[in-house]
């Protein structure tokens, strides 16, 4: 279990600014070219949140998508002049939005389901010759040369 501590809180708020900033991001980006720039800014949120599951965990995983989908949902909303950035207008823009909308939380949960093991910065360990070698340590385990 994940307990609070002075290096946890800066993990989590650092994964609430950064999904808030991937989700501004790529709500403003999503249809600059498409169909290239929603292909851009998925790829971003699944930089991002390998990002944080691999710097804090799950919990920072879950604080970068909670900030991600906050921020999408209140620019998905009308504008005080009425004006919207992902459109319901015409069929294409509806489908840009829409994949955008939804189809970002599947790099999320991606993210999420990869192997614990892919984010942790151990050495792996090596299996020479009748010995078991560690990154960077020699098969006779005498570092005192090194």
């Known amino acids: 279990m994940l307990r609070l501590s002075a290096a946890v809180v800066p993990r ?3 994964s609430l600014v950064l999904g808030a900033v ?6 403003v980006e999503h249809r600059s070219v498409p169909p290239w720039g929603l292909v851009l800014v998925l790829l971003l949120v699944l930089a991002g949140a390998v990002t ?15 900030a991600w989908g906050a921020v999408v949902f209140v ?3 009308r504008g005080p002049g009425g004006d919207v ?10 489908i840009l939005g829409q994949i955008w909308i939804l189809g970002a939380w599947v790099p999320i949960a991606a993210s999420a389901f990869l192997p614990s093991r892919w984010f942790q910065d151990v050495p792996r360990q090596r299996t020479g010759v009748g ?5 960077g340590a020699e098969a006779d385990g005498d ?3 090194a």
């Open 85 to 94: 950035l992902i459109p319901g207008g015409t069929a294409s823009w509806t």
């Open 12 to 14: 989590i708020v650092g």
């Open 22 to 27: 991937v989700g501004a991001l790529g709500t």
């Open 75 to 77: 620019l998905s909303l």
């Open 52 to 66: 944080v599951r691999a710097w804090g965990g799950l919990v920072a995983l879950l604080a970068y998508a909670v």
């Open 131 to 135: 010995a078991v070698m560690v990154a």
């Open 143 to 145: 570092d005192a040369d």
